[in-house]
Structures are given as C-alpha cells and as structure tokens.
Nanobody, 122 residues
Framework: QVQVEESGGGLVQAGGSLRLSCAAS????????TGWFRQAPGKEREFVAG????????YYADSVKGRFTISRDNAKNTVNLEMNSLKPEDTAVYFC???????????????WGQGTQVTVSS
C-alpha cells in the first residue's frame, strides 16, 4: 500500500526554525505533485506549499512566502519543508500529500500522511 510519512515536527520558540521531511513508500515522488498542508485546532486544513514533479515550480501560501522553502530530492524520494522565522500562528499539524496534478486544493490530493505536530511558542 502506498504511504507517505512526515517527520521533523516539534516545539520551537518564535523566530526559530524547523525542517519537515516527507518520505514515500511504494510511490515515486518524482511522478507526482507534492504538497504540504496544515491544520490548526478548530480551523480548516490549508495549503502551505507545493512543488512540481521536477522541482522547477513551487507554490506558497501568502502567509509563508519568504519564510518557508519546499524542496525535493528525487534520488532519496523525499520532499522537505524548511520553515524559518516561525510564528505562533504557524502552530498546526502539518501534512504531506501527493496529487497527480498540480494544485492547492486538498481534494486534489489522493495520498496523505498522518501528520506531524509543529508548535511555536511565543
């Protein structure tokens, strides 16, 4: 069964950095558009960042532009999210997901990880 799994979440102070990683089993990331989403308590899941199959095109939510960087290493079959200048409002469960097409809407993604908690303290 195809799976993706996130790692790298944790607790960090405001202004700090974290690096999330997403690894796939039985799915080659280079064949799919990959995105990161997040969901805070009481809020809807929202798009954070996405990257094309080749890595040549990247999308970011306005709230994270300039602070977050998405990248992929197709040789290692991983997609990473480097998060800098973290703010308390970035606190959420972060999910990695893959889609056969590019997009920022969650219903377009068909394989999801279990999520990793990111908590930013003020």
């Amino acid at each position: 069964q195809v799976q993706v799994e996130e790692s790298g979440g944790g607790l960090v102070q405001a202004g700090g950095s974290l690096r999330l990683s997403c690894a796939a089993s039985r799915r080659t990331f280079s064949n799919f558009f990959t995105g990161w989403f997040r969901q805070a308590p009481g809020k809807e899941r929202e798009f954070v960042a996405g990257i094309s199959r080749s890595g040549g095109t990247r999308y970011y939510a306005d709230s994270v532009k300039g602070r977050f960087t998405i990248s992929r290493d197709n040789a290692k079959n991983t997609v990473n999210l480097e998060m800098n200048s973290l703010k308390p409002e970035d606190t959420a469960v972060y999910f990695c997901a893959t889609s056969p097409v590019s997009g920022t809407q969650a219903p377009m993604y068909d394989v999801w990880g279990q999520g990793t908690q990111v908590t930013v303290s003020s």
